[in-house]
């Protein structure tokens, strides 16, 4: 669900109050969670019947508006500190295999004159 209700929500026909006006300006934004009046795309109906009508589309839809936000975000080159964390860690673990790689090639250099490696593939 767009609003993260994981529970059924029950809708209705009253405006509510700072939504969107009969010509269809906006008077004051209001939380997605408090839009009672307003089903979103993707809205599962377990009960009832409704006719609706559509007041925005593409990047001017809420979806829009979020995907608007991504990309945004895309261009701002500023990483997160939890980006930034996770870049950090994830170099760490890079260090941590590749030594460990090493570590066992390494050790397994001197077997390699066992039948299992069939014969010294090194000389």
Request: glycine share 18%; hydrophobic share 40%.
């Given at each position: 669900a767009l609003t993260g209700e994981s529970m059924t929500v029950t809708k209705?026909?009253?405006?509510v109050r700072g939504s969107f006006?009969?010509?269809?300006?906006?008077?004051?934004?209001?939380s997605l969670a408090q839009r009672?009046?307003?089903a979103f795309a993707g809205t599962v109906v377990t009960a009832g019947h409704a006719v609706g009508i559509v007041v925005?589309?593409?990047?001017t839809s809420e979806m829009?508006?979020?995907?608007?936000?991504?990309?945004?975000a895309k261009l701002d080159k500023a990483k997160t500190p939890l980006a930034i964390k996770?870049?950090?860690f994830a170099h760490q673990l890079t260090l941590v295999i590749?030594?460990?790689?090493?570590?066992t090639f390494a050790a397994s250099v001197p077997r390699f004159s066992s039948a299992i490696f069939k014969g010294n593939a090194m000389r």
């Open positions: 209705g026909v009253d405006a006006t009969a010509s269809g300006d906006e008077e004051e934004e209001v009672s009046c307003i925005a589309t593409g990047m829009g508006r979020i995907q608007a936000g991504v990309t945004e996770l870049d950090a590749g030594a460990v790689c090493a570590g």
